[in-house]
């Protein structure tokens, strides 16, 4: 079952800029969402992915870990 971030489709972009290193607040402006969604979704992604804390995520969402971003979003455009 999905959950309601995930029918929303929100996950992945606000997982591609978590891993650019975008903090909360930095991702509700650029998402248009409120930064209360955005900590909904970065805690239900690191409860999903069994991550510790932000930190752990970041890692794992850093292109640069991976040369990907995982989760199969497309890049956003700056």
């Known amino acids: 079952m999905l959950c309601h ?3 929303l489709g929100v996950l992945g ?3 591609e800029l978590i891993g650019q290193g975008m903090s909360d607040q930095e991702i509700a402006a650029k998402l248009n969402f409120t930064e209360v969604t955005v900590r909904g979704c970065t805690s239900w992604l690191i409860h999903l992915l069994e991550y510790e804390n932000r930190a752990d995520l970041v890692l794992c969402a850093s292109p640069t870990q991976h040369g990907t971003w ?3 979003s497309t890049h956003i455009a700056a």
Request: charged share 20%; aromatic share 22%; no cysteine.
């Open 70 to 72: 995982g989760l199969g």
């Open 5 to 7: 971030w995930e029918k």
């Open 13 to 15: 972009p606000i997982y």
